[in-house]
Structure formats: structure tokens, C-alpha cells
């Protein structure tokens, strides 16, 4: 299956990046849920999304229930893939939660 994806985010230290592009994923991801692939992996991840003009917050969360990280992405709409890259955390359990507007999603997310 191939999603025209309209927004690929991505982000290095100095600069945002915003491209459109298309890319294939084997998993079918309805509205509103959140696919995170490959998984397990490094800590570097790719999160699918899919939004309708919506506020999203990702929060991600150890076995302990701290927070590690959280982003606010303002107004998605469509599918979007947001490169993670969480390298630094320990291998392990994680937790990661999306509410896409009144939406809750929560899948776990095992690094290696």
C-alpha cells in the first residue's frame, strides 16, 4: 500500500523541514490512529499520523510513567510521517500516547 503522504516533517538542530511525498508502508493506518514502524528499533522510528485539521499531542512515556518527550503539532490534516529520533533513550517499554483532537491513541514502543 502506498500513502500520498502531504506533509513529510523533519528536523535537524538548526531548521524545521517541511516536503510533500509519497511513501510505502505495509500496514493500512485508519483515521485517526497511529502506526509506529519499525518497532522494535533503535530509538529512531518513523510515527504515522493521520489528522483532519485537528491539534495533535504526542507524548511519550517510560515504564515508570515519566515523561521523556511530548511535541504539539498544530493543524494536521491528512497523513503525515514524523521521523523520531530518540536515539538517546534506554533500551526498553515506552508508551507512547497521540490525541489527535478528541482522540486518544496509545501503542507501545520497544527499543532495542
Do not use: C
Not at 508502508?25 to 502506526?35: A, C, L, R
Amino acid at each position: 500500500m502506498t500513502f500520498k503522504i502531504k506533509h513529510l516533517y523533519y528536523t535537524n538542530k538548526k531548521q524545521d523541514y517541511e516536503s510533500k511525498t509519497s511513501f510505502k508502508v505495509q500496514e493500512e493506518i485508519s483515521d485517526k490512529e497511529v502506526g509506529i514502524f519499525p518497532n522494535p528499533n533503535n530509538g529512531n522510528f518513523f510515527l504515522f499520523l493521520n489528522g483532519e485539521k485537528e491539534q495533535s499531542q504526542l507524548e511519550i512515556f517510560d515504564l515508570n510513567g515519566k515523561l521523556v518527550t511530548s511535541r504539539t503539532f498544530d493543524n494536521l490534516s491528512g497523513h503525515y510521517i514524523l521521523p523520531m529520533e530518540l536515539s538517546y533513550l534506554e533500551k526498553g517499554l515506552y508508551s507512547v500516547q497521540v490525541q489527535v483532537g478528541a482522540e486518544l491513541s496509545t501503542k507501545k514502543l520497544i527499543v532495542q
